[in-house]
């Protein structure tokens, strides 16, 4: 069973950035695509970005792209989601998620097989 820990949220000033880190343990073979969704008070929840382990292929939903980068380290089972130019409607709660089968099926059709618990990002002065 995969298990995907998140830390590095937190409060920052508009136009500040955050680094958030998924440490990813179990099956970890098993996982083809790895990515971060977010959700902000009363909406849906969203994919944000994703990465696929077999080309490095990346996804990005327009509002974040430019600003925010995703990158894995494979050695250390790690996913990485650097923020920069953060606004206040990139405040929500955000997850890393990951899908055994694509990264099309974890970003674009938005069906992940994990999930992790979440950490609190808010941009705000």
């Known amino acids: 069973q995969l298990q995907l820990v998140e830390s590095g949220g937190g409060l920052v000033q508009p136009g500040g950035s955050l680094r958030l880190s998924c440490a990813a343990s179990g099956f970890t073979l098993d996982v083809p695509a790895i990515g971060w969704f977010r959700q902000a008070p009363g909406k849906e929840r969203e994919a944000v970005s994703c990465?696929?382990?077999?080309?490095?292929?990346?996804y990005y939903v327009d509002s974040v792209k430019g600003r925010f980068t995703i990158s894995r380290d494979n050695a250390k089972n790690t996913v990485h989601l650097q923020m920069n130019s953060l606004k206040p409607e990139d405040t929500g709660v955000y997850y890393c998620a990951s899908s055994k089968f694509s990264i099309f099926r974890l970003c674009v059709i938005w069906e992940p097989d994990y999930w992790g618990q979440g950490t609190q990002v808010t941009v705000s002065s």
């Open positions: 990465i696929s382990s077999s080309d490095n292929s990346t």
